[in-house]
């Protein structure tokens, strides 16, 4: 079976108030780097049906660099391409050539459509520059365009959120993934108490949640994990394969990858990276087992878990979320609805998943 490959790019021109992905805004790096991902790429005897750039920002690569990245994989036909690009990171010219050179479906970051939200993020676009880029994007053939909604930031209020999803509804887009803001330890904005202190408090972010996704329900783009939504057909592949726990292949600086039933990462250090003979490999835990499958399934809700694979309890206790409108049960699978979505970790320790 064709697998996955995600491929981190760990470069950014700087850093948002709320991000602890790891990255460096040192672009001289990047040449070393892609140089170090091909020569990794050719250590690997696999085809791919899916290929993710993440990141950092990957669309910081040049056109030239991305396609020799993927001249050097083992493309399955009808494969999902996938990269993430920040909307003041291109411009219609860019995103022709990276579509000429086999890239088909994008992800932009664009978090808001509100200013005032974007500047207290840390974003570097603006509104108008985000609506643009999508368009664009569309313009020059781009088909499948996702963009990434973040609920609950400081300042945000119902109203704002209502305005945002009215601007993304009226745009040329195939999937959203909206998802809560997530205060992280040594950010800039876990310093910033007069941010901290305009955060929504938990029944307001819930609230949130169940608006957004009534909304975007309402628009076509249907939820088919807790935070991600899309119009039929156009679900991403590639994170499809993360939830069915399928082996997928990650190269780059705090990459990680799951062959062979193992889970393992990359060191977060570019400079080890680009210099080391092959990618160094940290051990980090079995994978695959049965109740991981379950807790990963239990995202994914249009699929569920298949009542006939859980112990007699847990199905009892499934059956008891129905009741309480946290589940649902479709085709003799239990699923989660919107509010059980909202505590998904709860239902997890619930049901004996973990």
Known sequence: MPKGLYIHVPFCVSKCRYCDFYSVTDLSLADGYTKAVLRNISAIDENFDTIYFGGGTPSLLSAEQISQILSAVKISPNAEISMECNPNSVTGNYLGEIRNVGVNRLSFGVQSFCDMELKMLGRRHSSAEAISVINSAHAVG?????????LAVSGQSK????????????????????????????????????????????????????????????MGF????????ARAGFECRHNLKYWHCEEYYGIGSAAHSFVNGERYCCPKNIAEFI??????????????????????????????????????????????LV???????????????????LVSNQIIIFLGLC
């Open 142 to 150: 781009f088909e499948n365009i996702s963009a990434d909604l973040m």
């Open 159 to 218: 109203e704002s959120l209502s305005q945002s999803l009215d601007v993304l509804g009226n745009l040329p887009l195939t999937h959203v993934s909206a998802y809560m803001l997530k205060v992280e330890e040594g950010t800039p904005l876990a310093r910033d108490e007069s941010l901290l202190a305009q955060i929504p408090d938990d029944d307001m972010m819930a609230e949130m949640y169940l608006f957004a996704a009534e909304k975007l329900e309402a």
């Open 222 to 229: 249907e939820q088919y994990e807790i935070s991600n939504f």
């Open 275 to 320: 210099s080391a003979e092959l990618q160094e490999k940290v051990h980090l835990e079995k994978g695959g087992s049965e109740s991981e499958k379950a807790m990963l399934a239990l995202r994914l809700t249009k699929e569920g878990i298949a009542a006939n694979s859980l112990p007699e309890t847990a199905c009892q206790n499934a059956e008891v």
């Open 323 to 341: 009741q309480k409108g946290l589940m649902k049960k479709e085709k003799d699978s239990f699923m989660l609805t919107p509010k059980g979505c």
